[in-house]
């Protein structure tokens, strides 16, 4: 499952840009920014696996509904949520597609 540190840390991508940030705080959202990725990829891997199997789409609708929960909880705007499900979605197509 999704880790809410990693969330929250790349969320506060806004707010290190706004201001001048130490190289700490630099080096930090790196890393979260960084690890959100690997997590992206690891719920396309699922979802893609999820959609495979009819058995598990309830999980995987749940699953997608905390991330959606944990991202608003962590700041993230619901029209930026609004534009990257979508692109989530595109996404997976193309893969199951291409098998």
Excluded: K, N, W, Y
């Amino acid at each position: 499952m999704m880790s809410r540190g990693v969330v929250g840390g790349a969320c506060g991508l806004a707010q290190v840009l706004a201001r001048d940030a130490t190289p700490q705080e630099e080096e930090a959202l790196a890393a979260a920014i960084d690890g959100h990725g690997v997590l992206l990829f690891q719920v396309a891997e699922e979802t893609i696996r999820d959609l495979e199997q009819p058995g598990r789409r309830d999980l995987l609708e749940e699953r997608l509904r905390e991330m959606g929960r944990a991202h608003e909880e962590a700041g993230v705007r619901s029209q930026f949520l609004d534009a990257m499900g979508p692109v989530f979605c595109q996404s997976v197509r193309h893969v199951l597609q291409a098998r």
